[in-house]
């Protein structure tokens, strides 16, 4: 076998080897994740934290609460993409599921689907 065929597989497995499997750039990925059809369920009764992540995007990501009103985004001064996600007490006993949705400064976005498990411990 030529030594410059040899190099050249071995370099590309290389960057195969360095490549994440599951890059995705421009899909802004949520935890927790919910659909519509099948929400994340989140207590009622404490905050959570809403996580954004897009493969190569280092800027700023807006977080706001679509649909509903029990889940209220608390907003931070700067995010790279985490939020504390709040429950309103006597709005949250409906039990009803919520949107939020996430954007990117580049116009990507991505929602997710919430649904409050529990009573409120107001």
Not at 72 to 79: A, D, G, L
Not at 87 to 115: F, W
Request: glycine share 10%; charged share 10%; proline share 7%.
């Amino acid at each position: 076998m030529n030594s410059r065929l040899v190099l050249a597989v071995l370099a590309g497995l290389g960057l195969t080897a360095c490549t994440h499997s599951n890059y995705m750039p421009n899909v802004v990925q949520l935890t927790p994740h919910g659909t519509q059809a099948n929400p994340a369920p989140e207590p009622i009764s404490s905050p959570f934290t809403l996580i954004a992540v897009e493969d190569g995007y280092t800027g700023q990501f807006t977080a706001d609460n679509l649909h509903g009103t029990c889940w209220v985004v608390q907003t931070p001064i700067t995010s790279h993409g985490a939020w504390t996600i709040v429950p309103q007490g006597k709005t949250c006993e409906k039990h009803d599921v919520e949107e939020l949705l996430v954007k990117d400064t580049n116009g990507n976005s991505a929602s997710t689907y919430i649904r409050g498990t529990g009573t409120a411990g107001q």
